[in-house]
């Protein structure tokens, strides 16, 4: 059994890899996993639940991993869109804890294919490859609770220059995330960077700390860019009262804030919407994903 973690956001990616899994698992594929962003599956996430895990061709897609320049370091991220066309919109995918694995690679080809310029950072880059870690409580401990928050904006901003650089309309940008990076998407929906959000079961409440001094909730009254809030009734995680407690916040803001939404899936736990693993639900998984898409036309990102 899996050691009792402190995190939220970690209990929640406890249970959704529980079923028919261990650490010992992991430990054995690691040769899974190669060096560059979005090739393998993180090595805590195995095995794949391989009869559920959705495979995107990259066939009329330029996919594939990149580097881009933040305050002298060169962030490693994965980028798919259309092959030979400019203009893009853009997308931000933020990862889940376990860094930009095939998963997140996966979901970028998905909206390229939807005709986006998808990009996934890899926002641990300075403090580690989180793919390569089989223990989860190590993971956090080690990497994800180091990650300040104002390094994952400055390198957010850094991967929509990118985007302008390399066919991307930075100007039409929508951001979308999972787990810790559903956190983010409701941080960065403040920054007036981009024009939308879609928040995959991000954690609303925390206490502050000196790298995380705010939390959505923190922050809610003042988005400059309304957001999609995507939750799961069952997930154990984020209980439904702290999303309670977000719309309150939210009704209090901006034009962006009260125009923000929530669907809550009732039969849905944690991380419905990743195909690789025992949580996944694919009736949730693929509204949400047809509301995502459909939230950013309505905002004009598309």
Same mark, same amino acid.
């Given at each position: 059994?899996?050691?009792?973690?402190?995190?939220?956001?970690?209990q929640?990616?406890?249970d959704s890899l529980?079923p028919?899994?261990?650490?010992e698992?992991g430990a054995?594929?690691r040769?899974?996993?190669l060096?560059?962003?979005?090739?393998g599956y993180a #090595?805590?996430t195995? &095995?794949v639940?391989a009869?559920?895990a959705?495979?995107t061709?990259?066939?009329g897609?330029?996919?594939?991993?990149?580097?881009?320049?933040?305050?002298?370091?060169?962030v490693p991220?994965?980028?798919?869109?259309?092959?030979?066309k400019?203009?893009?919109?853009?997308?931000l995918v933020?990862?889940?804890?376990f860094?930009?694995?095939?998963?997140i690679a996966?979901?970028?080809?998905?909206f390229?294919k939807?005709?986006?310029l998808?990009i996934? %950072?890899?926002?641990?880059?300075?403090?580690? !490859?989180?793919?390569?870690?089989?223990?989860i %409580?190590?993971?956090?401990a080690?990497?994800v609770s180091?990650? %300040?928050d104002a390094?994952v904006?400055?390198?957010? +901003?850094? #991967?929509?220059?990118?985007a302008?650089?390399?066919?991307?309309h930075?100007d039409?940008?929508?951001i979308t995330?999972?787990?810790? *990076?559903?956190?983010i998407v409701?941080?960065?929906?403040a920054?007036?960077?981009?024009?939308?959000?879609?928040a995959?079961?991000?954690?609303l409440v925390?206490? &502050?700390?000196e790298l995380?001094?705010?939390h959505?909730?923190d922050?809610?009254?003042?988005?400059?860019a309304?957001?999609? *809030?995507?939750?799961?009734g069952? !997930?154990q995680g984020i209980?439904l +009262?702290t999303v309670?407690k977000?719309?309150?916040?939210?009704?209090?803001g901006?034009?962006a804030?009260? #125009?923000?939404?929530f669907v809550?899936y009732p039969?849905?736990?944690h991380a419905?919407?990743a !195909?690789y693993r025992p949580?996944y639900?694919?009736g949730?998984?693929?509204?949400g994903w047809?509301?995502a898409l459909?939230w950013?036309k309505a905002?004009g990102?598309?």
């Amino acid at each position: 059994m899996f050691p009792g973690p402190h995190d939220p956001d970690l209990q929640a990616d406890f249970d959704s890899l529980r079923p028919g899994r261990s650490t010992e698992a992991g430990a054995s594929r690691r040769t899974a996993l190669l060096a560059a962003v979005g090739v393998g599956y993180a #090595a805590a996430t195995l &095995p794949v639940v391989a009869q559920t895990a959705i495979q995107t061709s990259s066939d009329g897609l330029k996919a594939g991993p990149v580097r881009y320049r933040v305050n002298g370091f060169d962030v490693p991220a994965y980028v798919a869109a259309p092959a030979g066309k400019t203009g893009l919109p853009v997308v931000l995918v933020v990862q889940e804890i376990f860094g930009v694995h095939e998963y997140i690679a996966d979901t970028c080809r998905r909206f390229a294919k939807a005709g986006y310029l998808a990009i996934a %950072p890899d926002l641990y880059a300075r403090q580690g !490859d989180a793919r390569s870690y089989t223990d989860i %409580p190590k993971l956090q401990a080690e990497i994800v609770s180091k990650v %300040p928050d104002a390094q994952v904006m400055a390198d957010l +901003d850094g #991967a929509l220059q990118y985007a302008r650089a390399n066919g991307g309309h930075a100007d039409e940008a929508a951001i979308t995330g999972f787990c810790w *990076g559903g956190r983010i998407v409701w941080l960065y929906a403040a920054t007036g960077k981009v024009k939308a959000g879609v928040a995959w079961y991000g954690r609303l409440v925390g206490q &502050p700390s000196e790298l995380t001094p705010r939390h959505p909730v923190d922050i809610a009254a003042e988005l400059k860019a309304p957001v999609l *809030g995507l939750y799961g009734g069952k !997930d154990q995680g984020i209980p439904l +009262d702290t999303v309670d407690k977000m719309k309150a916040a939210l009704a209090t803001g901006t034009a962006a804030a009260k #125009a923000s939404q929530f669907v809550v899936y009732p039969d849905a736990g944690h991380a419905f919407h990743a !195909d690789y693993r025992p949580s996944y639900m694919a009736g949730p998984a693929t509204d949400g994903w047809s509301r995502a898409l459909a939230w950013f036309k309505a905002n004009g990102v598309d």
